[in-house]
Nanobody, 129 residues
Framework: QVQLVESGGGSVQAGGSLRLSCAAS????????FGWFRQAPGKEREGVAG????????TVADSVKGRFTISQDNAKNTVYLQMNSLKPEDTAQYYC??????????????????????WGQGILVTVSS
C-alpha cells in the first residue's frame, strides 16, 4: 500500500558523501518503521539503518556507525540516509523499506528484511578508490 521511491544515488570517490532520499506515498498509518538495506555483489542483504517515524528513534548498523545517519521529514513523507566518509566496501544497491508500526511486532530497530512489506526499486551507490 505504501509506494517508495529512492533517489540520490550515484558514483562518488572514497571519502565523499551522498544523501539518499526515500519518498513515501499512499500511506494509511501515521507511524511506520523505515529501513535502509543494501546488497553488494556476492553478499547477503544487510540492514543499514532504521527509524521509528512516530518517536524518531533510530538505529544504525555497526558496519556504518559513525558514518551514516538516518533521519526523517514527516511533513514531506521522506526518509533520508546521509552517508559520509564513504568506502569502496559501501558499494551496493541500496533499498528503502517500510512497514507499519505494530505493538505486537518487532521494534523498528530490528532490521530484518523479511519483516518489511513495502520496498523501493533500489538505487545504486558506487564508491571508487
Amino acid at each position: 500500500q505504501v509506494q517508495l521511491v529512492e533517489s540520490g544515488g550515484g558514483s562518488v570517490q572514497a571519502g565523499g558523501s551522498l544523501r539518499l532520499s526515500c519518498a513515501a506515498s499512499g500511506s494509511r498509518y501515521s507511524r511506520y518503521c523505515f529501513g535502509w538495506f543494501r546488497q553488494a555483489p556476492g553478499k547477503e542483504r544487510e540492514g543499514v539503518a532504521g527509524i521509528d517515524t512516530g518517536v524518531g528513534i533510530t538505529t544504525v548498523a555497526d558496519s556504518v556507525k559513525g558514518r551514516f545517519t538516518i533521519s526523517q521529514d514527516n511533513a514531506k513523507n521522506t526518509v533520508y540516509l546521509q552517508m559520509n566518509s564513504l568506502k569502496p566496501e559501501d558499494t551496493a544497491q541500496y533499498y528503502c523499506a517500510a512497514r507499519p508500526f505494530r505493538w505486537g511486532a518487532a521494534p523498528c530497530t530490528v532490521l530484518l528484511g523479511d519483516q518489511f512489506e513495502s520496498w523501493g526499486q533500489g538505487i545504486l551507490v558506487t564508491v571508487s578508490s
